[in-house]
């Protein structure tokens, strides 16, 4: 990072950043990238780029553009959300298809759908590309774009042996994080066609997300995707040893075989431990957890983690709630 070759990437471009948004670019086989500090500002240029105020915003209910990402979609872009309830993040098409309005003089049209890459909430399962493309092909024959929230996309890469290319090839645009399991300290990127991304980028301007000697940044990005991506597979079979010595606790409902990538969501369900209670001892011993309240707790593995780490997260686990 130190080493990098910088410049000015508000004014006349950073060499670096450059390198990283053609690399990726080309992992995804579309014409541009644009890096921005975070998943949720490529998420929110794509959703500014696509729609116009007044118009609708569909994704899945539990969606990261709906849920964590502090309202943005209605308070920068003055859309409107429709929310569809899925099952493992898949939304099934006969609901997309009964909620959905066509522009008129009463109705505002959805514009934008927006599906993710691996589903977060569902503890990062894969979409089926087959599904996807259905959905994809339905919201393009009334109009609409597709984005994909793809934060996790490198995941669902490794996990399913299917190239970006092709996960990348019927939608609109697509976000990705270095910074999540590809390890970089910072940094997403919006990923589309050339005319996409000029327009991104006037709004990434306008959000303040335009960055001077970024190159530094974007040195870390091109080695989570050259060397951090081929590394998912270790975060995802010690996710899954993880999960099966979870299963085998008293008090705990976890179900090995959802867990496809990095991400080991539990369910507690013992009668007389209280999850916060749970979550803070585990922090005590070191173990690091996301609580989602009342009751579920995620854990992540990551290039930090090994298996002796699991095998203690496990043992605290089980002293906690044998307690
Ligand atoms: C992490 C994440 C994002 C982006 O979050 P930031 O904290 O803004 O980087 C977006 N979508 C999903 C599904 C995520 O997991």
């Known amino acids: 990072m130190a080493q990098a070759e910088v410049g000015d990437d508000v004014l006349d471009g950073d060499p670096t950043v450059r390198a990283l948004e053609q690399r990726a670019a080309e992992w995804a ?21 696509w729609t116009r ?31 569809v309830r899925g099952t493992g993040g898949v939304m099934a098409l ?11 003089l009463h109705t505002p049209g959805v514009s934008l759908v927006c599906v993710e890459q691996t589903h977060m909430s569902s503890g990062g399962r894969v979409q089926p590309l087959a599904e996807l493309e259905r959905l994809y092909a339905w919201a393009h024959g009334r109009g609409a774009r597709v984005h994909m929230d793809g934060a996790r996309l490198a ?21 990705v994080c270095l910074s999540k399991g590809l390890g970089a300290p910072v940094g997403s990127l919006l990923i589309a066609d050339g005319d996409a991304i000029e327009r991104a980028l006037r709004l990434r301007k306008r959000l303040g997300g335009g960055m001077r000697q970024a190159g530094f940044l974007a040195a870390a990005g091109l080695v989570a995707l050259e060397e951090g991506l081929p590394r998912l597979a270790e975060d995802h079979a010690l996710a899954r040893s993880l999960a099966e010595r979870l299963s085998a606790l008293d008090g705990v409902h976890c179900d090995p075989e959802s867990v496809e990538t990095n991400i080991v969501t539990v369910e507690l369900v013992h009668p007389e431990r209280d999850p916060q209670a749970v979550a803070s001892e585990l922090e005590a011993a070191g173990v690091r957890a996301l609580l989602f309240p009342p009751n579920i707790l995620r ?25």
């Open 94 to 104: 006969s609901e997309v298809e009964r909620v959905w309005q066509e522009t008129d």
């Open 53 to 83: 105020p007044g118009e609708v915003m569909l994704a899945e209910a539990s969606a990261h553009v709906l849920l964590y990402e502090a309202g943005a979609a209605g308070a920068l872009h003055g859309l409107q959300t429709l929310p």
């Open 299 to 323: 854990f992540v593995t990551h290039r930090d983690v090994g298996p002796s780490d699991a095998e203690r997260c496990a043992a605290a686990m089980a002293r906690i709630l044998t307690n």
């Open 155 to 175: 995941n669902a890469v490794v996990a399913s042996g299917i190239d970006a290319r092709d996960w990348a090839a019927q939608a609109d645009s697509v976000s």
């Open 29 to 49: 086989g579309r014409e541009a990238a644009l890096f921005v500090p975070s998943g949720t500002m490529a998420n929110q240029l794509a959703i500014g780029t």
